[in-house]
């Protein structure tokens, strides 16, 4: 069993910069760790995945240039930084681990509310 913790979210302005955290816990061996997000009214959506030595990372096409993940497995833990941050971004950010791949992951975090303002 893994658990996951997610830190970081709040309330920024438009514009502005967060950067969540999940810790891990347990058995805390996973090669792939990622981050989804959920706005209300709609799907849970991937936004960005990385692999057990961070030399390989994913990217919905809706965050990239503005959302960088990484991963310090000294720590067990995995961040999101998000910059120029928009009101489309407002959701719940959930992280997850996995052994199979970017998209197929075993364990969720409880989720962090993330609010942009415009």
């Known amino acids: 069993q893994v658990q996951l913790v997610e830190s970081g979210g709040g309330l920024v302005q438009a514009g502005g910069s967060l950067r969540l955290s999940c810790t891990a816990s347990?058995?805390?061996?996973?090669?792939?760790m990622g981050w989804f997000r959920q706005a209300p009214g709609k799907e849970q959506k991937l936004v960005a995945a990385?692999?057990?030595?961070?030399?390989?990372?994913y990217y919905a096409d809706f965050v990239k240039g503005r959302f960088t993940i990484s991963r310090d497995n000294a720590k067990s833990t995995v961040y999101l930084q998000m910059s120029s941050l928009e009101p489309e971004d407002t959701a719940v950010y959930y992280c997850?681990?996995?052994?199979?791949?970017?998209?197929?992951?075993?364990?969720w975090g409880q989720g962090t509310q993330v609010t942009v303002s415009s």
């Open positions: 997850a681990a996995g052994q199979r791949g970017y998209s197929d992951y075993d364990y």
């Open positions: 990385i692999n057990w030595s961070g030399g390989s990372t």
């Open positions: 347990g058995r805390t061996f996973s090669t792939y």
